[in-house]
């Protein structure tokens, strides 16, 4: 008595197998992310209660004059969100940040791809990019204030100034640390220019731009600070020079605390961004 095994069914029980051991891996992975984004949080939430917890009990025995505690920043903060106090000064730095910041992007992001793509331009205006951005830019500050004067104009230049250099050298550096090799198998590939860049620069080059991104963030809001702080006019710098000039030092926090959280909103917002759009980048895997 013989038995007879089809063997046409092995090779699709093997791919079933190897199908569900595909689903069960990546219900795994899944389910590690999860609880590793929720340590994450747990760890976060932690540091933060003990950082206000300490900053209250040592705030609170300090002068009040010259220092103050969470809970009175969060009823100063309370007091000014509902008066509107607080947006009246917010909305126009917030304008000068969108404008500035978005300037400094685009023309940063095509100085550092151009620059990188012709050494001619490199050999020619390389040296200026590094001798503006070796000046502190606090020092041309005045020099904007006295050319274009107190209105937004002057605060968008400044905020430019600060924010341009971050994108232009770091979008160079991303072409430049791009592996040749990768080109020449492009190129063997007879990839015209137009695809290199498309296909192997620019992905190459994005964790460098958007590196470029969160530091063109922080120095943007410092130019934007500082902006108020020299034309004295509007602004959330001019209400923080405004408070300590009275010794409001609860509402004085307010504006700082609110900057803090400003630019941990927009870091976040760009680490989201690197992974939706470059998910192979250290970060896009670590998220």
């Known amino acids: 008595m013989s038995v007879q095994t089809d063997s046409s069914s092995v090779p699709t029980v093997a791919a079933r197998s ?18 590793q984004a929720l340590v994450n949080i747990g760890i976060r939430l932690a540091s933060l209660i003990v950082v206000l917890a300490l900053w209250e009990i040592f705030g609170a025995r300090i002068d009040q ?20 106090e607080l947006w009246n000064y917010l909305a126009p730095s917030l304008l000068v940040l969108l404008i500035g ?3 400094a992007v685009v023309v940063g992001v ?3 791809v151009l620059l990188a793509r012709y050494w001619i331009l490199d050999l020619a205006l390389g040296v200026y990019i590094t001798f503006l951005y070796s000046i502190p830019s606090v020092a041309l500050v005045p020099l904007i204030v006295l050319w274009a004067g107190f209105e937004t104009s002057a605060k968008v230049i400044i905020l430019f100034l600060f924010a341009f250099f971050p994108m ?12 040749p090799k990768l080109l020449e198998v492009g190129r063997s ?13 620019l992905p190459g080059a994005l964790p460098f731009i958007i590196t470029g991104l969160r530091l063109a963030i922080g120095r943007g809001l410092i130019g934007m600070v500082l902006a108020d702080l020299y034309t004295a006019i509007s602004g959330i710098g001019y209400l923080i020079v405004r408070t300590a000039s009275t010794y409001e030092v609860d509402k004085m926090f307010v504006p700082i605390v609110t900057l803090g ?15 939706s759009v470059a998910p192979w980048t250290k970060s896009g895997q670590q998220d």
């Open 18 to 35: 190897e199908g569900e051991d595909r689903v069960r891996a990546k219900a795994i992975a899944m389910r590690r992310r999860r609880n």
């Open 65 to 84: 004059t010259l220092f103050t505690t969470p809970s009175k920043i969060a009823v100063a903060a309370v007091d000014m969100i509902a008066s509107g």
């Open 101 to 103: 910041l978005s300037m």
């Open 110 to 112: 095509l100085i550092g």
């Open 168 to 179: 232009a050298i770091n979008t160079y550096q991303g072409v430049k640390n791009v592996d």
């Open 189 to 201: 590939f007879r990839c015209s220019e137009r695809q290199l860049w498309i296909n192997i620069i």
């Open 261 to 275: 959280l400003l630019g941990v909103g927009l870091t976040a917002a760009v680490r989201f961004l690197e992974t």
